[in-house]
């Protein structure tokens, strides 16, 4: 049926397969929304602080 090189390719193909999907899951359930929410985070205390030196500019 298979020859051993056309194995070997096989067992290639199926390894870098399964890695992709494992890190495509990795980076779609943790990385981007750990980005996303970290980001988000930072921007709102940026707003936070200017709002702050806005009100101590205008007292």
């Known amino acids: 049926m298979f020859e051993f090189d056309q194995y070997l390719g096989f067992l290639a193909f199926l390894t ?21 929410f970290g980001s988000a985070i930072e921007r709102f205390k940026e707003i936070k602080e200017e709002r702050k030196a806005k009100r101590l500019a205008s007292k």
């Open 16 to 36: 870098i397969l399964t890695i992709g999907f494992w890190l495509m899951i990795f980076l779609l359930t943790f990385v981007i929304p750990y980005w996303i």
